[in-house]
């Protein structure tokens, strides 16, 4: 898949050389797909991700000095809109919902034929989620089961702070604003607006908005920092 009419960029992360200089090959295979930068380990990879602003990233999930789920979080975090693939040996249920959670767009098996791999990282430079059927199968009943669980039971004091702009984001969203209107009204990025709300659920340990906008009327956080300003 070509991005305005240049092959695709491609930072491949993974520990293990052999393995890396094989991937390498085969992804500058295809004429839509450049490797522009190669990491060891998840703090050389943000690095890389700052310093080259790929399309793509393919990265190891275990990997010495920083692993790929924290990895993945951070660059999300410091370098929104960042698609990634998460590559892994075994099939973990826990693994594939954190590299969700952290921002990864695709997670695939290394035992994954090239047909299927090529499939995924188009998918996920299109911006669509890439996941082998039996991990999306288990992805969509662990959805069903957290939407249909009772909400938590969190008092006022266990509420961790969320930051000025945080609170921002969370009162649009509770009045039902999409993204991209939260977007417009606070002159900033869809990609921002998407990596406060990652923030937002992670912080107050909700697995959608409309739980962030249950607890946020019944406590009153938005009463609370309504006299905050952005700085």
Do not use: W
Request: aromatic share 4%; charged share 30%; hydrophobic share 45%.
């Amino acid at each position: 898949m070509k991005i305005d009419g240049n092959a695709a960029r491609i930072l491949l992360v993974d520990d293990h050389d052999l393995f890396r200089a094989g991937l390498k090959e085969l992804i500058s295979s295809q004429a839509d797909f450049e490797v522009v930068g190669e990491a060891r380990d998840g703090l050389e990879a943000l690095k890389l991700a700052r310093d080259l602003k790929p399309d793509l990233i393919i990265m190891d999930i275990q990997m010495p000095i920083c692993d790929g789920l924290e990895a993945t979080r951070l660059i999300c975090t410091q370098l929104p809109g960042s698609r990634i693939i998460m590559l892994t040996v075994r099939e973990e249920d826990d693994n594939l919902f954190s590299a969700i959670k952290a921002g990864a767009l695709g997670y695939l098996l290394k035992s994954t034929d090239k047909a299927n791999f090529f499939i995924g990282m188009r998918e996920v430079l299109e911006g669509n989620v890439a996941l082998p059927p039996t991990l999306a199968a288990r992805m969509i009943d662990e959805f069903a089961r957290l939407m249909n669980d009772p909400p938590k039971n969190v008092t006022p004091e266990e509420i961790p702070d969320l930051t000025a702009r945080e609170y921002q984001v969370l009162e649009f969203a509770s009045t039902g604003a999409a993204d991209k209107e939260i977007a417009v009204k606070l002159s900033i990025s869809i990609y921002t607006v998407k990596s406060h709300m990652r923030s937002i659920l992670e912080k107050l340990q909700v697995s959608n908005r409309r739980e962030a906008a249950r607890l946020a009327e019944e406590y009153g956080l938005l009463k609370k920092n309504k006299n905050n300003s952005i700085i």
